[in-house]
């Protein structure tokens, strides 16, 4: 590998970034689910230990593939505005909504959503397609709702690409950016940056 003379690959790290009033839903693939699992781990690491994100103030949810993904982050923010709006005499305060279904005791919309997923590419034409949908979709759900949702799907033409990216076999994890952007983006919507 050449000597890196520019940091590739990774934004600068912000500042100190307090997200320890933060709630944050990760949803996650199962295809790919080795690898999945790396970046998953990553993530919640990162947003636990290094940003102070509170373990139940985050909740995980899982798909069967990358383009089930921006439906998903769509759907946990809408239950979360629905969560967060219930009352006991709200019909939508039905236990159906309470924290057993969106797992956590904080009832707050989602600051944030982190979307991961690996696409590598096949024999056909069906990758470019799932990509397009997915990197459009998640582009479209954080602007029609106003919450950030990180792309955290790594697009790979082959097994050796989706082996390296969910490791530090690069010398940066692209997870560990996931998490400081959801947390530095929940942050900026709420005007606490
Ligand atoms: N080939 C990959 C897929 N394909 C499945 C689709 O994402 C989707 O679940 C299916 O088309 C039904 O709607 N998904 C991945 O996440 N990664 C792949 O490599
Ligand atoms: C990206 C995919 O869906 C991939 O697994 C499809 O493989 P193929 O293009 O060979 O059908």
Redesign the pocket.
């Known amino acids: 590998m050449s000597e890196k003379t520019f940091e590739k690959g990774v934004s600068a790290p912000p500042k100190k970034l307090d997200g320890s009033g933060l709630r944050i839903a990760i949803v996650h693939t199962r ?1 790919n689910y080795t690898l999945v699992g790396k970046l998953y781990d990553c993530v919640y690491e990162t947003l636990t230990k290094k940003y102070g994100v509170l373990a139940e103030n985050i909740v995980t949810d899982t798909v069967s ?2 383009y089930e993904l921006p439906m998903a982050a769509k759907q946990l923010i809408d239950l979360s505005k629905a969560q967060a709006t219930a009352t006991a005499s709200d019909l939508l305060g039905s236990p159906a909504l309470q924290s057993k279904t969106l797992g956590t005791k904080n009832t707050g919309p989602f600051d944030a959503v982190i979307c991961i997923g690996i ?9 470019e397609y ?2 397009d949908a997915v990197t459009h979709g998640i582009m479209r759900v954080q602007l029609d709702t106003g919450v950030p949702v990180m792309f955290g799907v790594l697009t790979c033409y082959n097994d050796e690409q989706a082996i390296a990216r969910s490791s530090t076999e690069e010398g940066f994890h692209h997870a560990e950016e996931w998490a400081a952007g959801a947390v530095e983006q929940a942050l900026r919507k709420n005007r606490v940056l």
């Open positions: 295809w593939g990358s696409v590598i590419k096949g024999g056909t034409a069906h990758f799932i990509c």
